[in-house]
């Protein structure tokens, strides 16, 4: 079956650095998506990762890794804005993508 | 220009009643999509659009309906409404086949409840 696992929730402290991961199984791979959804809003489209390796967008950097069938989205300098939640994406072999239930990032001064 | 848009925002509605949500986007993607969004679980899709004329059935499909006559415009029926249907719904749109990342667009969400 399609899954993708990833934490119910991580604690972090403003300015720090924090590490979010996600596992992924789907009947084939078009990429992983990472998206940001604060607190009733939608969520936003944060990056993108098709092949091995970091991509990095300010703050922010995903990680792919096909053969472990992994990704991380690695957040530095956090800010209070940054606490929302983290959606992790596996785009299939039919383009829709799986989620995963999301991980609540709580930030603390 | 306004990406894409849902109404209604919120809606409370009596079991069996019928209901639609309305979604339009105005960049021209080519696929549309409904999720619902429950608390701890993540998003699941009801139904998509990979063109104008054309749908498919997600992963929670049954009670649901959808039509697309043209390319900005993707309505969610519920033909009787049921107390399990109480969730958040998002409609979402990409340009598929593009070549590029197609990453989804999403609308702000209608929050429904059914009594």
């Known amino acids: 079956g399609q899954n993708i696992d990833q934490p119910t929730e991580m604690t972090a402290t403003e300015g720090a650095i924090v590490q979010i991961n996600c596992t992924y199984q789907?009947?084939?791979?078009?990429?992983l998506f990472w998206y940001q959804q604060h607190a009733g809003e939608a969520p936003t489209f944060l990056s993108y990762?098709?092949l091995d390796g970091l991509e990095e967008k300010g703050r922010f950097s995903s990680f792919l890794s096909r053969s472990k069938g992994y990704s991380y989205l690695l957040l530095k300098e956090l800010q209070m804005k940054d606490s929302a939640s983290y959606l992790c994406?596996?785009?299939?072999?039919?383009?829709?993508?799986?989620w995963g239930a999301g991980t609540k990032l709580i930030i603390k001064p | 220009i306004a990406g894409i848009t849902q109404a209604p925002t919120s809606q409370i509605l009596a079991a069996g009643r019928r209901m639609t949500l309305r979604c339009t986007q105005d960049?021209?993607?080519?696929?549309m999509y409904w999720y619902r969004q429950d608390l701890g679980l993540g998003l699941r899709l009801i139904h998509y659009?990979?063109?104008?004329?054309?749908?498919g059935k997600g992963e929670v499909p049954d009670g649901y309906s959808v039509s697309r006559a043209n390319t900005d415009d993707f309505p969610l029926t519920l033909a009787s409404a049921v107390p399990s249907q109480t969730s958040v719904y998002f409609c979402?749109?990409?340009?598929?086949?593009?070549?590029?990342?197609?990453?989804?667009?999403f609308g702000p969400g209608t929050r429904l409840t059914v009594l």
């Open positions: 979402a749109s990409s340009d598929l086949g593009s070549g590029g990342e197609n990453e989804q667009f």
């Open positions: 960049m021209r993607h080519n696929a």
């Open positions: 659009s990979n063109t104008a004329g054309t749908t």
């Open positions: 789907t009947s084939g791979f078009n990429g």
């Open positions: 990762n098709v």
């Open positions: 994406a596996a785009s299939d072999s039919n383009y829709q993508l799986i």
